[in-house]
Every structure is written in C-alpha cells, then in structure tokens.
C-alpha cells in the first residue's frame, strides 16, 4: 500500500508559477506510476502528468506540455509538479495517485487505488 499526501496549493495570477508535491510513503517499486490529475468544478477528472517511479520516463496531457513539468525527488521520496504560466482553465483540484498499471493506461484515473487528498489550486487576478 502506499499513502500520498499532496501540498503546494494555493492562489496564483495568471502567468505565474506553482510547485506542487506529492510526498509518497509506503512500499514503492520500480514500475510504480505517480500521476497527477485534476478536477474543476462540474467536469471529470483529468490527466495531468505521469512519471514511472524507477525509470522517470514522463507524459504530458497536451493542455500542460511546455508549461508543467513532472519530476520525482528522490531525497524527500516525493513527486513535484512545477507549474509554469498557469491560466485560469488550470484552476482545479490537484490529485496525485500511484499504482502498478501499465504505461498504456496511465491516463485513466479508474486505473489508480492510491490517491490523496488533493490540494487546490486558483488561477485568478
């Protein structure tokens, strides 16, 4: 089993920038996938970002390449998602989630038992 506790949420003006963390504890393997996903209100839950534990091979959803990038820190046993000029359709509740899936299926939220707890993040001037 592994637990996951999310932080770095807050309010940020469009254009600016957010560091998201994912501390991670629990029993851990090498083909674990960590994935980032959001969900606004009224809208499904979504696809963000995706790192496999062991190798750090990353996927990006289309709407964040080039401006989030996913990266795993070893010393604090922890995913970060670095947010580089956000717009307001970034505003949502940010999940991290990890499970033993297979690469093909690391967009599907339906594939993950571990989640946390989530952490808001508000796009706003």
């Known amino acids: 089993q592994v637990q996951l506790v999310e932080s770095g949420g807050g309010l940020v003006q469009p254009g600016g920038s957010l560091r998201l963390s994912c501390a991670v504890s629990?029993?851990?393997?090498?083909?674990?996938?960590v994935g980032w996903f959001r969900q606004a209100p009224g809208k499904e839950r979504e696809f963000v970002a995706a790192?496999?534990?062991?190798?750090?091979?990353?996927v990006y959803a289309d709407s964040v390449k080039g401006r989030f990038t996913i990266s795993r820190d070893s010393a604090k046993n922890a995913v970060d998602l670095q947010m580089n000029n956000v717009m307001p359709e970034d505003t949502a509740v940010y999940y991290c989630?990890?499970?033993?899936?297979?690469?093909?299926?690391?967009?599907?939220?339906?594939?993950?038992?571990?989640w946390g707890q989530g952490t808001q993040v508000t796009v706003s001037s």
């Open positions: 989630a990890a499970d033993t899936i297979i690469w093909s299926s690391i967009r599907d939220p339906n594939q993950y038992d571990n």
């Open positions: 629990g029993r851990t393997f090498s083909n674990h996938i």
């Open positions: 790192i496999k534990w062991g190798s750090r091979h990353t």
